[in-house]
């Protein structure tokens, strides 16, 4: 057995959700930051049979788009601001999915 962690953008994670279940995974969903941005994403924890790991991330790369976004970042100015550093926006491509796919040693439900 599998685990994938799949960490997808919020606009594409309740249209991935219901496409999994309509296709018999088991899901749990998780509310969770990105550490570049600092933006809200979803993390989707999905257990699955070895068998089926390729159908899964199917279903992923289907629902899953790459967007840009902007982000900013600084530079340094002396003279410029108070700080010393000027913020300039970046546009950054996020996306479609981050995914992890880990061995699990056991799989119980008690
Ligand atoms: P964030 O960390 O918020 O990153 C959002 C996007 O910013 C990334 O998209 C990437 O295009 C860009 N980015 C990230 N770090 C950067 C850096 N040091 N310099 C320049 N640009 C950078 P994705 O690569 O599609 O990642 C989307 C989200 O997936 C990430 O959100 C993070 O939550 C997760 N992620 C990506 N790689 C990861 C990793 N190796 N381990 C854990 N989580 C990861």
């Not at 600092?38 to 989707?44: F, P, V």
Request: charged share 20%; with cysteine; aromatic share 6%.
């Amino acid at each position: 057995m599998k685990l994938i962690v799949a960490i997808v953008q919020d606009e594409d994670s309740s249209r991935l959700l219901t496409s999994l279940m309509n296709k018999g995974f088991g899901v749990t969903k998780l509310a969770t930051t990105g550490g570049f941005l600092k933006a809200g994403n979803t993390t989707l924890m999905i257990g699955v049979e070895d068998e089926k790991v390729q159908e899964a991330i199917e279903a992923i790369e289907s629902v899953c788009k790459s967007r840009k976004q902007l982000t900013t970042a600084h530079t340094s100015a002396s003279g410029i601001s108070s700080s010393g550093y000027v913020p300039f926006p970046v546009e950054v491509t996020v996306g479609g999915a981050t995914l992890f796919v880990l061995s699990v040693d056991q799989f119980l439900k008690v």
